[in-house]
């Protein structure tokens, strides 16, 4: 079994692709769906294992140079890493890789060096197909289609695990339905949503073979360098007066700003947090009661929310416990957050659970925000809680 | 949500505005003036501050850039995305800078497509200019490396985005490269045509499909950043 290296993804695959398998990444066009394809081959060759890529729009030189753009470094690998060139032969360069298809418009050559490559390793590997469609463009839909059904054969006679990039064109609607439901293993769709232009990308398992996990989609976002990214456009942080709500937004952000007055949050606090494969945006509300009608504003859109309460502080729960109830009714996931556990007469997280009555599905999780204690791990809590597959 | 001018001045004037969402071929024969003629209708988007994206197939991202640089200083703050098939496939490794982003070929659609999209997405959703400039610098580059059903599909995908991004796409083609039937399928894609022949000792534009009948001919010169037209024949 090998792993896909997109957080989340690993976790919907049951744990990631078992050898002799076959993944497509099924993108719409205008989405980065080929970072997922690249990010996977380098998960793996840093994990050790041998790779190949199938170049197939890009000339080979400039494969470590495409890879550098999100932070991997291909040179320590060169040993694991075997590229087949089915691009130079296109633009009449010589090449000097070992797989070359003198004719990449050719099938049959390209055929040839993709069965040969998978006998010639020596051991169970990860080979990667740079594009599927510019395959299918050169070499025809129904032509490809028979390739693609004898190299997940050969796949699975080697056990080498296969992954495609491919670009969901508009082609046959029959070819489309046969890569979406039929030719491989697992099929992840990446999309766009749009409205006038693409402005957010998500990721969704649409099909696997070894396990019925529901579909789920997920936003991402790709950093360069860093890669993907699930994206949480929006986590709220919200709890009563002086709790230490934007002590933990910037104890979380890379970068945040408070709209403060006097030592108190007037507007509110903006952070982003970038952490273990997660790029997420947090809002911290302000405490006080006139500002309830900000905490309703700010938690429609939110994908989850922290309550953040003083554990020393047991007179504000009844606070607190208020703003539970104004958030709850969004019915979003909610991660408590018990802070200052630093300090003397702090209750624990348990002793907090039974003064709020706090059901045992909703974790309480223990802060010393201003050290920044606890408040990462409060963060996977939270992600996990809003990623989690149903 | 307004339309868009070319800075052609007689021909606008014939043509009245081009509605938002229209996609324009540009075919002619070769040393024509083509590249000056896309090169003084986008400058005339940036004087109207319309955000542009060029696609370039022929001259590196850098090149681009420096046409207009020449030709005016002032407009150089301009929202401008240039995406680059030209550098990586001649083998030079350069990253991408604030207005060039590099594709890895003129066969990789999917890295076009994807880069065209991210400007869309910047000058559309994070500047909030209402008008954008799509203009792809060859499509008969591109139809060397790949075939015409590809190509195709990859403009079926983008003329349909500049539609629903209420912008202009125009497309220039090279004369006398393809074969009838090509033309023909392309054609089916696009609101209206640019046509450029050679007339005498020098060339003629004419504008078809935006009026109830084509444009008179009109032979024309370059200066700089303008087009000059002579009286129609
Ligand atoms: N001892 C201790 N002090 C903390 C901790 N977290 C925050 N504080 C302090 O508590 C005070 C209030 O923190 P803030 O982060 O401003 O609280 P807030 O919830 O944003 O307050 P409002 O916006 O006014 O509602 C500050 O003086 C912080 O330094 C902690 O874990 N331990
Ligand atoms: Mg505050």
Same mark, same amino acid.
């Given at each position: 079994?090998?792993?896909?290296?997109?957080?989340?993804?690993?976790?919907?695959?049951?744990?990631?692709?078992?050898?002799?398998?076959?993944?497509?990444?099924?993108?719409?066009?205008?989405?980065?769906?080929?970072?997922?394809?690249?990010?996977?081959?380098?998960?793996?060759?840093?994990?050790?294992?041998?790779?190949?890529?199938?170049?197939?729009?890009?000339?080979?030189?400039?494969?470590?140079?495409?890879?550098?753009?999100?932070?991997?470094?291909?040179?320590?690998?060169?040993?694991?890493?075997?590229?087949?060139?089915?691009?130079?032969?296109?633009?009449?360069?010589?090449?000097?890789?070992?797989?070359?298809?003198?004719?990449?418009?050719?099938?049959?050559?390209?055929?040839?060096?993709?069965?040969?490559?998978?006998?010639?390793?020596?051991?169970?590997?990860?080979?990667?197909?740079? #594009?599927?469609?510019?395959?299918?463009?050169?070499?025809?839909?129904?032509?490809?289609?028979?390739?693609?059904?004898?190299?997940?054969? &050969?796949?699975?006679?080697?056990? &080498?695990?296969?992954?495609?990039?491919?670009?969901?064109?508009?082609?046959?609607?029959?070819?489309?339905?046969?890569?979406?439901?039929?030719?491989?293993?697992?099929?992840?769709?990446?999309?766009?949503?749009?409205?006038?232009?693409?402005?957010?990308?998500?990721?969704? +398992?649409?099909?696997?073979?070894? #396990?019925?996990?529901?579909?789920? #989609?997920?936003?991402?976002?790709?950093?360069?360098?860093?890669?993907?990214?699930?994206?949480?456009?929006?986590?709220?942080?919200?709890?009563?007066?002086?709790?230490?709500?934007?002590?933990?937004?910037?104890?979380?952000?890379?970068?945040?700003?408070?709209?403060?007055?006097?030592?108190?949050?007037?507007?509110?606090?903006?952070? &982003?947090?970038?952490?273990?494969?997660? #790029?997420?945006?947090?809002?911290?509300?302000?405490?006080?009661?006139?500002?309830?009608?900000?905490?309703?504003?700010?938690?429609?859109?939110?994908?989850?929310?922290?309550?953040?309460?003083?554990?020393?502080?047991?007179?504000?729960?009844?606070?607190?416990?208020?703003?539970?109830?104004?958030?709850?009714?969004?019915?979003?996931?909610?991660? +408590?957050?018990?802070?200052?556990?630093?300090?003397?007469?702090?209750?624990?997280?348990?002793?907090?659970?039974?003064?709020?009555?706090?059901?045992?599905?909703?974790?309480?999780?223990?802060?010393?925000?201003?050290?920044?204690?606890? +408040?990462?791990?409060?963060?996977?809590?939270?992600?996990?809680?809003?990623?989690?597959?149903? | 949500?307004?339309?868009?001018?070319?800075?052609?001045?007689?021909?606008?004037?014939?043509?009245?505005?081009?509605?938002?969402?229209?996609?324009?071929?540009?075919?002619?024969?070769?040393?024509?003036?083509?590249?000056?003629?896309?090169?003084?209708?986008?400058?005339?988007?940036?004087?109207?501050?319309?955000?542009?994206?060029?696609?370039?197939?022929?001259?590196?991202?850098?090149?681009?850039?420096?046409?207009?640089?020449?030709?005016?200083?002032?407009?150089?703050?301009?929202?401008?995305?240039?995406?680059?098939?030209?550098?990586?496939?001649?083998?030079?490794?350069?990253?991408?800078?604030?207005?060039?982003?590099?594709?890895? /070929?003129?066969?990789?659609? @999917?890295?076009?497509?994807?880069?065209?999209?991210?400007?869309?997405?910047?000058?559309?959703?994070?500047?909030?200019?209402?008008?954008?400039?799509?203009?792809?610098?060859?499509?008969?580059?591109?139809?060397?490396?790949?075939?015409?059903?590809?190509?195709?599909?990859?403009?079926?995908?983008? @003329?349909?985005?500049?539609?629903?991004?209420?912008?202009?796409?125009?497309?220039?083609?090279?004369?006398?490269?393809?074969?009838?039937?090509?033309?023909?399928?392309?054609?089916?894609?696009?609101?209206?045509?640019?046509?450029?022949?050679?007339?005498?000792?020098?060339?003629?534009?004419?504008?078809?499909?935006? @009026?109830?009948?084509? @444009?008179?001919?009109?032979?024309?010169?370059?200066?700089?950043?303008?087009?000059?037209?002579?009286? /129609?024949?």
């Amino acid at each position: 079994m090998i792993q896909t290296g997109i957080t989340k993804l690993d976790d919907y695959l049951m744990g990631g692709i078992p050898d002799g398998k076959s993944l497509v990444y099924y993108s719409h066009p205008g989405v980065e769906g080929n970072v997922f394809g690249m990010q996977t081959l380098y998960h793996n060759l840093a994990e050790g294992k041998k790779c190949v890529f199938v170049a197939s729009s890009s000339d080979p030189s400039m494969i470590k140079d495409m890879f550098k753009e999100f932070g991997w470094d291909l040179d320590a690998y060169d040993e694991n890493l075997i590229v087949v060139d089915a691009y130079s032969g296109l633009v009449g360069a010589t090449s000097n890789e070992k797989y070359v298809v003198e004719n990449p418009e050719s099938i049959d050559l390209l055929n040839e060096s993709i069965e040969k490559v998978m006998e010639e390793l020596d051991e169970n590997s990860t080979i990667m197909f740079e #594009s599927l469609s510019t395959i299918m463009d050169l070499c025809g839909e129904k032509e490809t289609i028979d390739a693609v059904k004898n190299w997940n054969l &050969h796949g699975m006679l080697y056990e &080498h695990v296969l992954i495609y990039n491919f670009t969901a064109w508009p082609y046959d609607s029959k070819t489309l339905d046969l890569i979406k439901h039929e030719l491989f293993d697992a099929v992840i769709t990446v999309g766009g949503i749009a409205e006038r232009v693409i402005y957010g990308q998500y990721f969704g +398992v649409l099909k696997t073979e070894w #396990s019925d996990i529901e579909l789920k #989609s997920m936003l991402f976002r790709v950093l360069r360098p860093g890669g993907i990214r699930i994206y949480i456009p929006k986590i709220v942080v919200t709890g009563p007066y002086n709790a230490g709500k934007s002590t933990f937004v910037h104890a979380l952000s890379t970068r945040a700003v408070s709209v403060d007055r006097i030592g108190t949050t007037v507007a509110l606090d903006h952070g &982003h947090v970038d952490h273990k494969g997660f #790029s997420a945006d947090i809002f911290g509300t302000p405490g006080q009661e006139r500002f309830d009608p900000i905490i309703k504003m700010l938690s429609g859109e939110a994908m989850g929310i922290f309550l953040v309460v003083d554990s020393t502080n047991t007179k504000d729960f009844v606070r607190a416990k208020q703003m539970l109830e104004i958030t709850k009714a969004y019915g979003l996931p909610l991660v +408590v957050i018990a802070n200052k556990q630093d300090q003397s007469g702090a209750l624990k997280p348990e002793e907090i659970r039974s003064h709020f009555n706090i059901p045992e599905n909703v974790q309480i999780m223990p802060t010393v925000a201003d050290k920044g204690e606890g +408040v990462f791990e409060a963060f996977e809590a939270l992600v996990n809680k809003i990623t989690e597959v149903v | 949500m307004s339309g868009y001018s070319l800075g052609i001045e007689k021909i606008d004037e014939l043509i009245g505005e081009i509605r938002s969402g229209s996609n324009i071929m540009m075919i002619g024969p070769p040393m024509s003036g083509k590249d000056d003629i896309i090169n003084t209708i986008i400058y005339n988007g940036i004087k109207d501050e319309n955000s542009v994206i060029f696609v370039s197939t022929r001259e590196p991202g850098e090149r681009v850039l420096e046409w207009f640089k020449q030709n005016d200083q002032d407009t150089f703050d301009a929202h401008i995305g240039i995406v680059d098939c030209v550098t990586k496939t001649l083998g030079m490794v350069a990253s991408d800078t604030e207005y060039i982003k590099r594709a890895s /070929s003129p066969v990789d659609l @999917t890295g076009i497509g994807v880069k065209i999209s991210q400007f869309f997405e910047e000058f559309l959703m994070k500047k909030n200019i209402p008008n954008t400039r799509l203009c792809i610098n060859s499509l008969s580059t591109i139809l060397m490396y790949s075939n015409i059903q590809t190509v195709f599909r990859f403009l079926h995908v983008f @003329t349909g985005r500049v539609k629903s991004a209420n912008a202009l796409g125009i497309y220039v083609v090279e004369d006398e490269m393809h074969d009838p039937q090509t033309i023909a399928t392309l054609k089916q894609l696009f609101d209206g045509m640019i046509e450029i022949k050679s007339n005498g000792d020098g060339f003629a534009m004419r504008i078809v499909g935006f @009026t109830p009948k084509p @444009t008179p001919w009109f032979n024309y010169e370059i200066d700089g950043m303008n087009i000059i037209l002579q009286e /129609s024949e």
